[in-house]
């Protein structure tokens, strides 16, 4: 086992490549021309489904609190209901099958059965195996699932859990940090890397008034200018939330030793880079950010 120390940034870069690897599916039509067929066709559902079915057949509630950023009535408008028209099996089967059909329209079938897709799916699987399940809602539902037989498939469930992993840290940093929903989708839009305004409210369910009281509660706190911008304590509270996120995504890394994070990093940014000259990703993000 390679116990050499990760140097810093190693964790979140394999983090990083490994989001994309796992985000693909929300880019790609397969999944929504899957549930199509189920009556399902609204794109905000077949999000929620995709990422909601590994729990069984959910209410808002738990939706509600762990994906963080989208509004509550949203989501209640979509869930408990849509498990009506699918159950939640039949949307995992048909997300999986999806993911091998833009795997393999966007690798190519000899890339899908190369041995390094089988070396990447190895090391993420490891990866994922020194995640805790306390305290990490959306891992433990996912992880609650077997990692498929196919190499390439197995890579995606294991970016999944990872994603989901990273995914919940940063959700109880936001948590400690007292900037929840839309206020922490205001301060992250504000900041350098942020996704524009408009953006985030059509794809979260968010109003203008909605908009309005969140940037108000961040100007009460200091965190935010009159207009608009992050101020310096604006500033530093992103960073140390994202700090804090790293912090608590390194034992998947950590796990790995050096040498396994930054070979990880290197697979999977070699097939990113193949998906995305492939036409994977668009111009503008697609998928919404649940948790910023």
């Known amino acids: 086992m390679d116990m050499t120390p990760l140097p810093g940034g190693a964790g979140p870069r394999c ?4 989001n994309s690897v796992h985000a693909m599916v929300y880019f790609a039509p397969d999944l929504g ?37 989208l509004k509550h009535e949203l989501i209640a408008r979509h869930l408990p209901a849509l498990w009506r028209r699918v159950d939640p099996g039949t949307v995992l089967t048909l997300r999986l099958r999806a993911v091998d059909a833009l795997l393999r329209r966007h690798l190519g079938d000899e890339t899908v059965a190369s041995a390094e897709m089988t070396e990447a799916a190895a090391l993420a699987l490891r990866a994922a195996g020194a995640c805790g399940r306390r305290g990490r809602p959306m891992y433990a539902a996912h992880a609650d699932h077997p990692a498929p037989d196919e190499p390439h498939l197995a890579l995606w469930h294991a970016a999944t859990l990872l994603r989901e992993y990273r995914g919940d840290g940063h959700v109880a940093a936001l948590t400690a940090a007292g900037v929840l929903g839309l206020d922490a989708l205001v301060s992250h839009t504000a900041s350098s890397d942020g996704l524009p305004k408009e953006f ?73 880079a193949t998906a995305a000259a492939a036409g994977a990703f668009p111009a503008e993000p697609a998928e919404p950010t649940a948790a910023a």
Do not use: C, K, Q
Not at 15 to 18: G, T
Not at 59 to 68: E, I, Y
């Open 200 to 272: 985030v409210m059509e794809r979260h369910g968010w109003t203008e008034e909605d908009w309005a009281g969140a940037e108000r509660r961040l100007r009460d706190r200091g965190l935010m200018d009159g207009e608009g911008r992050l101020t310096a304590r604006g500033v530093r509270m992103r960073a140390d939330l994202e700090a804090e996120t790293d912090r608590l995504d390194r034992a998947p890394y950590e796990r790995l030793g050096a040498e396994g994070a930054a070979r990880l990093t290197e697979l999977a940014g070699s097939f990113i």
């Open 15 to 18: 983090a990083d490549m490994l």
């Open 33 to 69: 021309a899957e549930l199509a067929a189920y009556g399902v066709d609204d794109p905000a559902a077949v999000y929620l489904a995709s990422r909601a079915a590994p729990w069984g057949a959910v209410g808002a509630g738990p939706v509600t609190a762990s994906f963080n950023g």
